[in-house]
Nanobody
Framework: QVQLVESGGGLVQPGGSLRLSCAAS????????MRWYRQAPGKERELVAT????????YYATSVKGRFTISRDNAKNSVFLQMDNLKPEDTAVYYC???????WGQGVQVTVSS
């Protein structure tokens, strides 16, 4: 069965850091572009970052550029999102997505608050 399982979320103070992980199984992860999305309460889903299958290209939303870093380990079928200098507006549910396979994770909550 296909699975995308996010982990690493939680509650942090402004300026803090979190590292999200997404463990994939059941499809050819190494051939798929991976993405991180987020959705805050009452707001539209937002594309946060993308990474190509070989990690040769990455994309970041303007709101997170310079603070977030997407990476992947194809040997471990995993994609990561390192989030530094977190701001309250980063509070959202974060989702892992496989672009071409069209699979989604269940989401993980990130809360940035004092």
């Amino acid at each position: 069965q296909v699975q995308l399982v996010e982990s690493g979320g939680g509650l942090v103070q402004p300026g803090g850091s979190l590292r999200l992980s997404c463990a994939a199984s059941g499809f050819t992860f190494s051939r798929d572009e991976m993405r991180w999305y987020r959705q805050a309460p009452g707001k539209e889903r937002e594309l946060v970052a993308t990474i190509t299958s070989t990690a040769s290209l990455t994309y970041y939303a303007t709101s997170v550029k310079g603070r977030f870093t997407i990476s992947r380990d194809n040997a471990k079928n995993s994609v990561f999102l390192q989030m530094d200098n977190l701001k309250p507006e980063d509070t959202a549910v974060y989702y892992c997505n496989a672009l071409f396979s069209k699979y989604w994770g269940q989401g993980v909550q990130v809360t940035v608050s004092s």
